[in-house]
């Protein structure tokens, strides 16, 4: 190679690099004869073949060299971004395309900042967002990186299999300076309980468009946790461990993950579309739109059941179930292991301007946040859909039932809760019989939204309205099927 002005300034292994991407060339090639532009006779693929090649390389040099004179120059990113982008330029060949990339997805640092703060919030919604921003500026910056290779001969560089290693290469540099605490909290998010069950709840999406964006997005956090693990100096045995997808059953999902990844699925009945045993067992002209309307006063009237609890004057369901159900209030988890201090803060999230609690408006909140509502709307759903009831199974000992009960305001005032579950499925109950579902894979998903408006609040009368209702029903039949 030494003939072929390989004799450049350059680290041997970006010559290795370069020697390696056009030999695969060559030899991938479909039809040699046409990359080279002769007859296949020996004598003449030969003088084709070292002209060929000698082109190839000077090009690739040149347009490394290029790429370094750029690095030289460039502005808008930092120094320690900089010396990031000039390290993988001594290992690999580099070419001003992906410098113009490279330095691009540098934007990705408040992104990937802003992740561990999602996470650790459990805002899904948020943490999903996140992964999409990334994802918009990451994919879009690999077909001119490509294309660029391609054109050089280089076309193996960045092909479909190692598609990965650029995006990781985009995320570490975007990353080059942040602190080695920063890095630990980003990935003790992206592996905590809310980030492996985003992992786990994105394998479950179904196989379609929809699911396909999950399944990318799924590809982002394990890459993401690798860059950072690697980052930390982190043996790959431990950071792959991070990673591996649980092994337990769907419905023991929390259903802040579950909505967004399969709750927007399900077709006009509430059901998968995939699901043959839920579409045979469900009433063909069950309308769930027409059921939610008119249900919504069934559910209002039972927010209530249980009464005020004489002491706080919140819902006695409430105080049931805050230490047995998850809470978020205004984006804050609140800890089940420690009731009185929720209550407690519970209560002084209403506090007005002036110091004063607004206790009519806490306990339209706290009927809200209990499981009365989403109870019976579940209860009524199985009972108008299938003629009957599912019945919640359990995964080696675990009751498969997971409630979520998230309230937040908005800028203008207004107060919204959404109650949200998943419920593991052993059993359907219905009009023909009982049939045995498999609760590793049957799950019913439910979520309701509730409004209290300003209007209502500032005349002293905080009224409820439900005002939203998803709900997504997926069965398997066990093996045995029926009883």
């Known amino acids: 190679m030494g003939e072929m002005n390989m004799s450049d300034p350059l680290p041997d292994s970006v010559k290795k690099a370069i020697a390696s991407d056009l030999t ?28 060929h090649v000698k082109e190839r390389c000077e090009q690739a040099l040149s347009g490394h060299l290029e790429a370094l004179k750029m690095l030289d120059s460039l502005e808008g990113i930092s120094s320690e971004q900089l010396k990031s982008i000039k390290e993988l330029a001594n290992t690999q060949r580099m070419d001003t395309v992906q410098v113009e990339k490279f330095k691009e997805n540098c934007s990705l640092a408040p992104s990937l900042k802003g992740l561990a703060t999602a996470l650790n919030n459990r805002d899904m919604k948020g943490t999903l967002e996140v992964f999409r921003s990334i994802k918009e500026t990451t994919l ?4 001119p990186c490509q294309e660029k290779a391609r054109s050089m001969g280089c076309w193996t560089q960045f092909s479909a299999n190692d598609v990965k290693v650029l995006v990781n290469q985009f995320e570490k540099v975007a990353q080059a300076g942040t602190s080695r605490e920063d890095l630990q909290g980003l990935f003790d998010a992206l592996t905590s309980p809310a980030g492996k069950d985003l992992l786990h709840a994105m394998d479950h999406a179904p196989l379609d468009e929809v699911g396909m964006e999950f399944r990318q997005l799924q590809e982002l956090q394990r890459g993401l946790v690798e860059v950072v693990g690697e980052m930390l100096d982190m043996d790959s045995g431990m950071i792959n461990d991070q990673i591996a997808l649980s092994e337990n059953a769907v419905g023991l999902l929390p259903p802040d ?4 990844t399969i709750g927007l699925t399900s077709d006009e009945r509430g059901l998968d579309p995939e699901s043959r045993l839920a579409q045979e067992l469900v009433n063909p002209d069950f309308d769930i739109q027409e059921f939610r309307n008119n249900d919504k006063q069934g559910v209002l009237d039972h927010l209530n059941r249980d009464g005020i609890d004489k002491t706080t004057g919140l819902s006695a369901t409430f105080h049931k179930d805050i230490n047995r159900a998850s809470y978020r209030l205004k984006g804050e988890v609140l800890s089940r292991d420690e009731p009185k201090k929720s209550v407690a803060k519970f209560v002084s999230a209403f506090t007005d301007t002036k110091d004063k609690v607004n206790t009519k408006l806490a306990k339209v909140v706290s009927l809200c946040m209990n499981q009365n509502g989403i109870n019976r709307f579940m209860e009524a759903y199985s009972f108008r859909s299938l003629g009957g009831m599912v019945v919640s199974g359990s995964d080696e000992g675990k009751i498969m039932t997971s409630i979520l009960h998230d309230a937040y305001p908005d800028e203008e005032g207004n107060w919204f809760v959404t109650s949200s579950s998943t419920l593991g499925v052993q059993m359907v109950v219905g009009e023909g019989g009982e049939t045995r579902c498999d609760p590793k894979s049957s799950v019913m998903v439910t979520s309701m939204t509730y409004k209290i408006s300003k209007e209502s609040i500032q005349a002293n009368n905080p009224l409820i309205e439900l005002i939203d209702s998803q709900h997504y029903l997926s069965l398997t039949k066990a093996q045995g099927g029926s009883f």
Do not use: F, H, W, Y
Request: contains cysteine.
């Open 24 to 51: 695969n060339e060559i030899i991938m090639s479909s039809n040699q004869t046409r990359l080279l532009g002769c007859e296949p006779k020996l004598d003449r693929l030969l003088p084709a073949l070292t002209s």
């Open 140 to 143: 879009p910056s690999l077909v």
């Open 257 to 260: 993950v579950l909505l967004p």
